[in-house]
């Protein structure tokens, strides 16, 4: 739901909000068990979290800049043509790196790296969206 991969979102991140399977959904909870931040939270469609790449960062000083996500279809080598539509399903790669707490603890963060494409469903474009006649 809600991938901003092509252009970043609002705020200056890639982003994507993921409805993470069982397996993938532990693997979460296992990460926030090291001290990932990003929130787990819960609609009528189940457990969601969003996953973020700004465009970059300061880092010991210096500002790093970051390249887009890696967005591909499933055969991992064929890149995706148009944008993510809500419902699509994909796999996320996320990069995973330690980091230290102010009260001087150790945590994780995982920063978006790229996305895999295994059933495409295509955004609909704003025109596309628009009724051809009302509903009432």
């Known amino acids: 739901m809600w991938a901003y991969t092509q252009a970043p979102d ?3 991140s890639w982003c994507i909000t ?5 397996e993938a959904l532990e693997k979460i909870r296992e990460l926030q068990a090291k001290g990932l931040k990003n929130v ?6 189940g457990w969601f979290i969003k996953f973020r790449r700004p465009q970059s960062k300061e880092i010991r000083g210096r500002i ?4 887009p996500p890696e ?3 499933e055969d991992g080598k064929t ?3 148009g944008a993510i539509g809500n419902g699509s399903d994909v796999t996320v790669k996320l990069e995973v790196y330690p980091h230290s ?3 001087g603890g150790k945590a994780v963060a995982a920063r978006l790296y790229g996305v895999m494409i295994h059933n495409l469903v295509p955004r609909l474009s704003k025109e596309e969206m628009q009724l051809e006649e009302p509903l009432f």
């Open 40 to 45: 787990l939270k819960k609609d009528e469609e």
């Open 64 to 67: 790093v800049p970051f390249t």
């Open 71 to 73: 967005i591909v279809m």
């Open 79 to 81: 890149p995706l043509q």
């Open 101 to 103: 707490t102010p009260g």
């Open 18 to 22: 993921l409805y993470p399977e069982s």
């Open 10 to 12: 609002p705020w200056g």
